[in-house]
């Protein structure tokens, strides 16, 4: 493991093996966002504030690169999810105008035609049964991704919540001003 010192805000970053923000320094940037934020000089007559925008876009881009990998993991799966549904429907009209084109091309005899017919509506609920099937594994296996994600969303926010109630509890009491 290696650690980086930042000199303004003295914040350590530590990464894991793979060269990766460990999740747990999110908060410390969360953090360090809020104190920068809240130490800002404020604009006279107003609420708004001056911050270091060199300072403050560098400490959002070390919070974007701890970011877990489950999130850009999760975009990636709902784009493969939709391209994989096209493409599946897409199989599916070929099934089924190749059906159709095969039993215009067998009119010649009834016992022809009925036969042909009944094949191609067997290909054609067969080619939605299949498309219906892989679709349904396919929103099973994202739904368990986003699950996966939405946990780990949660438990940051619990720890955000916590580190911000502890920041609210550890304030000493403001002393009483004689009238």
Same mark, same amino acid.
């Given at each position: 493991?290696?650690?980086?010192?930042?000199?303004?805000?003295?914040?350590?970053?530590?990464?894991?093996?793979?060269?990766?923000?460990?999740?747990?320094?999110?908060?410390?940037?969360?953090?360090?966002?809020?104190?920068?934020?809240?130490?800002?000089?404020?604009?006279?007559?107003?609420?708004?504030?001056?911050?270091?925008?060199?300072?403050?876009?560098?400490?959002?881009?070390?919070?974007?690169?701890?970011?877990?990998?489950?999130?850009?993991?999760?975009?990636?799966?709902?784009?493969?999810?939709?391209?994989?549904?096209?493409?599946?429907?897409?199989?599916?009209?070929?099934?089924?105008?190749?059906?159709?084109?095969?039993?215009?091309?067998?009119?010649?005899?009834?016992?022809?035609?009925?036969?042909? %017919?009944?094949?191609?509506?067997?290909? %054609?609920?067969?080619?939605?049964?299949?498309?219906?099937?892989?679709r349904l594994e396919t929103e099973d296996e994202i739904e368990k991704k986003l699950q996966r994600v939405e946990s780990l969303l949660i438990d940051i926010m619990n720890q955000v919540q916590s580190?911000?109630?502890?920041?609210?509890h550890a304030r000493p009491q403001a002393p009483e001003v004689p009238v």
């Open positions: 493991m290696t650690q980086e010192t930042q000199t303004d805000n003295v914040t350590e970053l530590v990464i894991d093996a793979t060269g990766r923000p460990e999740p747990t320094d999110i908060l410390d940037i969360v953090d360090d966002l809020m104190v920068n934020l809240h130490e800002a000089k404020t604009m006279p007559l107003g609420s708004n504030a001056l911050v270091d925008r060199d300072d403050f876009l560098a400490m959002l881009e070390r919070l974007r690169a701890s970011l877990p990998d489950e999130l850009r993991a999760a975009r990636w799966m709902v784009r493969e999810r939709e391209a994989f549904i096209s493409r599946t429907n897409e199989k599916a009209r070929e099934i089924v105008d190749k059906a159709r084109a095969e039993a215009d091309a067998m009119v010649s005899d009834s016992n022809i035609v009925a036969e042909a %017919v009944e094949e191609a509506n067997i290909l %054609v609920r067969r080619a939605e049964g299949e498309a219906r099937k892989l580190a911000r109630s502890e920041l609210h």
